[in-house]
Every structure is written in C-alpha cells, then in structure tokens.
C-alpha cells in the first residue's frame, strides 16, 4: 500500500471542496460559526498517522476479546472450519459444509486463518501449554487477526475521508469517529466473516482508486503527468479489488459503477491505462486463486462461476431465507448505520441533488452516494438478503454522514447559548444509544451457543482422559460425545470445540442439490425433519430409537468400535451431552422420560430472538448422575445466595431508613430503627403492635415516640406531650 507522500493528488485542490461544490457548501469553513475548539492542522504528521493506527490496532483487539456472542454460521464454517482442515487435518473433526464440497467458496480466505492456526500451534507446543490453555490460545488468534485488519480498515477510512474533505479537519475527525463508534463495526468487524475482509479490503481500494481521472477541469499536461504518477497506485487498487471480488463476487459492483463514471470523464489514454491494467491485474489475482483452489479442492475449478451458478441460477439461496425487495432500505441501511442513519441520508440528498457539480477531486463523494445506492438496488432483486452483503459501504457510508453531522452539532459544542442544549443532550443520547446497542450484542445477545463449548471443554478434560480398559489389558482413553438438537450451524464447532476426542454430531441442513423443482417444493433438511415431529425423528435418527437410550456415558463404557470426531450422517448415537433450546425442553422431557438423562446446566443465552426454534437459554443433559447431582447442589447454592442478596438488600433498606440525616427534614419515621441493625440497642426497637396505647389525631393513628416529643418540645419527657395542645 503506497503512502500517504506517494499520492499523485496536487495539494492545491484539497480545499476546493469547501467552496466550489454546492451540495458541500452548507457545512464550509465560512458557514461554521466562531469556535472555541482549538484548531486542527490540515495535515497530520507522519508520526500522528502511525499514532492513529496504533490506538486502532489496540482499540479492535479490545473489541476482539470482548465479543462473546454468536452472529451468523459463516463466521466459522466458512472461513475457521476450512482453515483447521488446512492447518490440522480432516481427521481432527472439522465440519466441511456443501459449499466447500461443491466448490463454491475460494479457499484464499481461509488460508490466512490456516496460517494463524499453524503459528499459533507451534507456539503453543514451544512454550510447553496445557491443552486448556493451548485451546484458549487457538480460539482468540482468528479474532486477534481480524482486529489487525478491522483497524487497518478504519485507518483508511480515516485517511479516505481526510484525502475527500481536505482542508475541512472537522469532517476527518468526525469520520473517524463515527466508525469508532459504530455499534455494527463493534459488533461485526472483528469476527472472522469474508464479508469483513471484503469491507477492509474495499476500503483500501477506494484510497487508492484515481479520483483525479474523473475530473473534467484538469489540463492536458497535468493529465499526462498524473497520468504516470498514479500508476503504482492503480494497480495497488485493482490488485485489491479483484482479491474482492474473488471473495465476494457481488463486490464487482462497485467497481463497475466507479469504473463507469471513470471511463465516461476520464482522456483516451486513461481509458487504455485503465482497461489494461484491470486485464492484467483481474488475471493475475484470478491465476492465483485457481492455482490455490487447485492445490485446495484437488481439481481444477472455479469457484466465482460456481457460487453464480447454485445461489442464482439455480436459486439455492432461496433455501436459508427470502426477504422483500425493500429490504436494505427498511432494514439493511437503519441496522448498518444505527443512529447515524439520518445523517447519511441527509449526505446521500445533498450529493445527489448536485450531480454536475465539478472540481479537483471529481466530486468523490457523488460517486459514493451513487455506489451506496446502486450496490443495494441490485442486490435486491436477488431474493436472499442479508445486511452484511453491503457491509463495505459502510466506510462510504460514514464518509457521506460527516458533514451533515459537523453542520448539526458543531454550533453546539462550539458555543454555550442555552439554545443549543437540546443538540448537545441530542449527541449524548445518540452515544448512550450506540454503547447500549453495541455492549448488548457482543456480550449478552446469543452469548448461551458459545459458551457451552467452554463448558464441554471443561467437561472433556475432567472426563475424557479417564483410562478405560478396551479388549483385554490394554489401556485407551476415549473422549465424551456431545449431540446438538438445535438448528443447523446455531454453534461453532471445531474452531472452539479444539479436542479431536470430542466426539460431536448435529443436526444438518444441506440445500436441495440436483433435485428438480417438483422435489425441492417438498424437501426437508434434518432439521426441519426434527422439528416438524421431535418423536418421530428421533425414533428413526437415533442408534436404537427411544427404547434403547444408554444408562451410563461413554466415558465410562469404552465404545465397541472407533468413533469419528464429526458424524455427520444418520443415524445418531444418544450422546453422553444432549443440548438444545429451553423451548424444546417439555417435548424432550415428554420423548425421554424413561431415560437417566437429566439436566446438568443452564446458560442464558438471550432474552428475545425471531427464530422460534432458538428461544430460551442454552439447556444441557447428561447421563453421569453424580454431574446432575453436582448441578442441582449448584442451583440450590445459587438460589440460596440470591434470597440472602434480596434479603440483605431489605435489611439495608430498613437501615438507611432509621438512619438520621441532619441535612434532611424531619420525618415522623426518622426514629425508627431496625431489629437487625448493629447501631442500636436491640431493646429500643419494638414492633407497632407491642406499642401499649394507640393515639390518633383526627382519626389518623400516630405512633407515640417520647424522644420524637421531646425533639419538638427542647423540653422534659411528659406523657402526652404536645398531644394535649390538640385536646388529646
């Protein structure tokens, strides 16, 4: 990636901006009203861009290690799974899914991961860790990674937005802001997905891309001299762009609308520059690729016209969802975007109102507000929709919501009229509601289907290095067995299981593949076979159906023939750990009443979900009696510890009751105390009924304290006291 000195843009036109475009105008430095704020250089040194980058990089691998919740099954069976297959071997159990077997994915995405997983291996092995800790280790490098490549992504953004706006310092800043605190970059930039690549990637390329030659105001010398000058970092653009496409094919779609708006402004000469150099870098990348996938799938093939050829032709993508053609426009954007929803739109407005508008840079942001706009108008027509697949306008996105934003809240925080105070609770709103959304998603919202991997790790290593004798006096150790009544892909799998001697199965959802349209209308996936009749399926799925269910867990039976890690196909032997939803519970308590199995833990997993089938917490079974007895004592521990938690909080609150304040009023209760209080004489506390005489004033009962009397008073005790000023 060429430097930010290496770029062939003349400084003079940086500040074009603020004065020649119309549709940038309202939010100019001559429209800003006096700040207070200290001013902003226009340029930033070299060693504040590598500060920048550094504070990122820190900023994601947080944002790494704290996401504890699950987002959508790509996000490891399309990238971890066929990485442990590289890295480890198909004899360590991964789940290798149809697309991979069907050649549909390009195999470079995941061998960066394989990469990590081989390094991160071998350090474990050096530096001698335990298999917990190893496993750890193993779980946290893919997502370490990424925070790596999230924060180069929002570097350039960043420097993206900087290069757009020139001389306008609040709009760069403000940039960057909005993609620190974006609560879907929190949620979704760290995770291992191709669709965040794809955004980084994207983003790079766009820094990179000649907006100059979209210019109609340049000189015929000058576009010579650029020409030569923006070469090296052409082809840095379109290296990247086609290593996009590769992973996503729809991302062709930016860069044929930005190509297009080049090709129609730009010199003959530029046209020729531009053609030949996307020949020859579009080859290249796509060599490469072919030759990785040869060495990956063992054959020739082509995974881009593949992914073409099932999803839209023969519409196999119909099978995981349809949603309605306005879907990026009700839900993709307002999910992408969040609370900078608004300003986007307002940015997306005032561009396209002034498309003729012409200057220096080529009106970049014209050319965004029609990418972000054309990019989701064709995905729509295709039926399955998901917001991911426009995650890389999200850059463009914050760039087009930047100066709507500095327009709106600047004056406020630049100036202290009262005037301006609803805009200043307004951005502090809008941050409380960011930090709320992105805390949510990350750590509570479907956080239950991770966690009981950590859990069934823990169960591997206390029971699956148990010595079991197996024929005759040799020893073998076996490992427990775990199966999933869940919707297909609702875990990770091998990425966080680790162990090989895990043995796991769960319920699968191929798509219909090479039926005809008459069959597809009728065809069911394991799962739905599951859920459309629980007894049923387990009856004719499972190794001896529902009368022949073991008493005992395998770990403490050694197994009459070698098990695979993954088992795939029916029929499912009953496992030593049965997990499902809380939803399934009764119907599960109903099919195997008869059986030893009994709950032995319970993890939240979230509180709401529009997927029937996945609501309620994370349930486990077991058949050991002793870890069902173990789990029950733990409820009771937990419930105890709960009542004396609300108990004590009673007791504190009757405390800070009788508590008196000298700067608070009198109260006719600031004498009473409670019976539990150390402060106080046991003895000069009495329930109202031991009170020997009720008083009463008009009716009203009044509890008769002497020493609340003698405080009115200033004088000597008297029974009666002031009472008798009321004829009482």
Same mark, same amino acid.
């Given at each position: ?16 901006? &603020? ?15 006096? &700040? ?30 704290? @996401?504890?919740?699950?987002? *959508? ?5 399309? $990238? ?22 069907? *050649? ?28 917990? /800790? ?68 994207? +983003? ?5 891309? #000649?907006?100059?030659?979209?210019? +109609? ?43 297009? %708006? ?26 490469? /690729? ?12 082509? #995974? ?5 050829? %099932?999803? !839209?032709?023969? &519409? ?29 739109? @307002? ?18 942001? +014209?050319?965004? /507000? ?38 709106? %809240? ?58 079991? *004798? ?81 008493? =005992? ?13 993954? *088992?795939?196909?029916? #029929? ?41 089938? =996945?609501?309620?917490?994370? !349930? ?44 608070? $009023? ?8 409670? #019976? ?33 009397? $003698? ?18």
């Amino acid at each position: 990636m060429a430097p930010r000195s290496r770029r062939s843009k003349p400084p003079a036109t940086t500040s074009s901006l &603020s004065s020649s475009d119309p549709a940038l105008a309202p939010s100019s430095s001559s429209s800003s009203p006096p &700040s207070r704020l200290r001013p902003l250089s226009a340029k930033a040194p070299a060693d504040a861009s590598t500060n920048i980058l550094l504070s990122l990089i820190g900023f994601r691998l947080l944002n790494a290690l704290t @996401v504890r919740t699950f987002f *959508q099954p790509d996000e490891f069976f399309q $990238s971890l799974e066929p990485a442990w297959n590289i890295a480890f071997g198909e004899d360590q159990g991964p789940w290798i899914t149809w697309e991979w077997e069907h *050649q549909l994915r390009s195999s470079l995405h995941p061998l960066i991961f394989a990469a990590v997983y081989s390094v991160t291996d071998v350090v474990a092995r050096i530096l001698a860790f335990t298999p917990a /800790s190893r496993a750890d280790l193993l779980i946290a490098a893919p997502g370490i990674t990424q925070a790596v490549i999230a924060a180069v992504g929002d570097y350039y953004t960043w420097k993206l937005a900087r290069y757009t706006y020139g001389n306008r310092i609040y709009e760069h800043w403000v940039t960057l802001a909005l993609t620190v605190v974006s609560p879907w970059h929190w949620f979704c930039s760290t995770r291992t997905l191709s669709n965040c690549l794809e955004t980084t990637i994207t +983003v790079v390329a766009l820094y990179l891309w #000649p907006w100059d030659w979209s210019s +109609v105001s340049r000189a015929g010398s000058v576009r010579t001299n650029t020409l030569k000058a923006s070469l090296p970092n052409l082809r840095n653009c379109l290296l990247l762009a086609a290593f996009a496409c590769v992973l996503r094919p729809t991302n062709v779609i930016i860069w044929i609308v930005l190509a297009s %708006f080049a090709l129609h402004k730009s010199t003959w000469a530029e046209r020729q520059v531009l053609a030949r150099e996307a020949l020859l870098c579009g080859l290249s990348v796509l060599g490469v /690729s072919a030759v990785v996938d040869r060495f990956f799938y063992g054959f020739w093939t082509f #995974p881009a016209l593949r992914f073409l050829y %099932f999803n !839209v032709f023969q &519409s196999l993508a119909v099978f995981y969802g349809r949603n309605d053609w306005s879907y990026y426009a009700s839900q993709g954007y307002p999910l992408l975007l969040t609370t900078a929803l608004p300003f986007a739109l @307002v940015g997306l407005y005032r561009n396209l109102r002034y498309p003729t508008a012409a200057n220096e840079k080529a009106s970049i942001l +014209v050319q965004l /507000s029609r990418v972000s706009l054309i990019m989701p108008a064709m995905l729509s027509v295709i039926t399955h929709k998901e917001v991911r697949f426009i995650y890389p306008l999200l850059p463009a996105l914050h760039i087009l919501s930047a100066s709507p934003l500095v327009q709106f %809240f600047l004056p406020a925080l630049a100036s202290t009229e009262r005037r301006y105070i609803p805009r200043r609770l307004t951005l502090i709103f809008l941050l409380l509601v960011n930090f709320v959304i992105a805390t949510y998603t990350t750590v509570f919202h479907a956080s239950g289907v991770i966690s009981v991997l950590s859990y069934l790790r823990e169960q591997h290593e206390i029971h699956g290095n148990t010595p079991q *004798q197996n024929q005759g006096t040799a020893l073998t150790y076996g490992g427990i067995t775990a199966g999933f009544l869940m919707p297909c892909h609702s875990t990770p799998w091998r990425s966080h299981l680790v162990e090989p001697t895990i043995h796991a199965w769960a319920l699968g959802c191929e798509p219909p593949v090479g039926l005809t349209e008459e069959e597809k209308s009728t065809y069911l996936d394991e799962a739905d076979q599951f859920y459309d009749n629980p007894n049923q399926f387990l009856t004719n799925n499972m190794v001896g159906g529902l009368r022949h269910i073991p008493r =005992r867990p395998s770990y403490l039976t050694p197994p009459n023939s070698p098990r695979p890690p993954t *088992q795939k196909s029916p #029929p499912h032997e009953w496992p030593d750990y049965l997990v499902f939803f809380a939803q399934l519970e009764s119907t599960l308590k109903s099919a195997v009443r008869s059986s030893t199995y009994g709950e032995c833990r319970r993890i939240y997993n979230t509180a709401w979900h529009d997927d029937w089938r =996945r609501r309620g917490d994370v !349930v486990v079974w077991c058949l050991d009696l002793s870890e069902q007895q173990a789990w029950r004592h733990e409820k009771q521990r937990r419930a105890l510890a709960e009542r004396e938690r609300q108990f004590d909080r009673i007791i504190q609150g009757f405390a800070s009751d009788s508590t008196p304040s000298s700067k608070t $009023s009198w109260t006719p209760w600031s004498q009473w105390t409670s #019976p539990f209080s150390s402060s106080q004489p046991s003895s000069s506390w009495s329930w109202p009924w031991e009170r020997r005489k009720k008083r009463t004033v008009f009716g009203f009962e009044v509890p008769a304290f002497p020493e609340w009397e $003698s405080s009115w008073l200033g004088g000597k005790k008297k029974r009666g006291g002031w009472l008798k000023n009321f004829g009482l």
